[in-house]
């Protein structure tokens, strides 16, 4: 089934790796969730799921100095607000 929603494909850019150094810059976040945010944040995702709270507190508390439009949320919490 979510093989059928995901339909785009992200690949590494240099647009990526630049927006993951801007990120690691300005939040205590591990590199390869970094990685995985600015992928995201590339592909115009309204949504970045992570069960990891303490990653998405880092995020929310980051998201308007870096201006990012993806919005960090727990799978549950987003079946609740969203599903």
């Known amino acids: 089934m979510l093989s ?3 339909t785009d494909t992200i690949t590494p850019s240099p647009a990526i790796s630049k927006l993951a150094s ?10 390869r969730d970094v990685l995985h945010l600015a ?3 590339a592909g115009e995702c309204d ?3 992570t069960c ?6 880092a995020l929310q508390r980051a998201r ?9 949320i727990n799978p549950v919490e ?3 607000t969203e599903g």
């Not at 801007?22 to 590199?31: E, H, L, M, Q, Y």
């Not at 990891?52 to 507190?57: G, P, Q, S, V």
């Not at 308007?64 to 960090?72: D, I, Q, T």
């Open 39 to 41: 992928a995201a944040e």
């Open 64 to 72: 308007p100095v870096l201006r990012l439009k993806v919005k960090a």
């Open 4 to 6: 059928r929603l995901c």
């Open 22 to 31: 801007r990120i690691i810059g300005s939040a205590r976040v591990r590199p």
């Open 78 to 80: 987003f079946i609740r």
């Open 52 to 57: 990891d709270d303490a990653l998405i507190r």
């Open 47 to 49: 949504y970045f799921a």
